[in-house]
């Protein structure tokens, strides 16, 4: 069973930089749709990015759009979320998502704090 787990979180000052990782064990990201997703407190999760099955199509919801850049190495079995520009309003806990067909698998998260 494909098994995720992010990493790279942390705490940043705005308009500084991090990358996240999402590394999979137990089968192969590539086959997969990767989701990069945010759940900050008292909200909902909420769709960042999608990188589809093939790798050919990346989405991002606007708020991110131009700042952050998701990625993958398949050699690696890793997925990448390249964040610049951080902003207050991006602090949350970020998750990876890998889908294939119905199934889901989801990590444990990673805490993202941005504050001076």
């Known amino acids: 069973q494909l098994q995720v787990v992010e990493s790279g979180g942390g705490l940043v000052q705005p308009g500084g930089s991090l990358r996240l990782s999402c590394a999979a064990s137990?089968?192969?990201?590539?086959?997969?749709?990767i989701g990069w997703f945010r759940q900050a407190p008292g909200k909902e999760r909420e769709p960042v990015s999608c990188i589809s099955s093939g790798g050919g199509r990346t989405t991002y919801a606007d708020s991110v759009k131009g700042r952050f850049t998701a990625s993958r190495d398949i050699a690696k079995n890793t997925v990448y979320l390249q964040m610049n520009s951080l902003k207050p309003e991006d602090t949350a806990v970020y998750y990876c998502n890998a889908q294939l067909g119905m199934y889901y698998y989801w990590g444990q998260g990673t805490q993202v704090t941005v504050s001076s």
């Open positions: 137990g089968g192969t990201l590539a086959n997969y749709a």
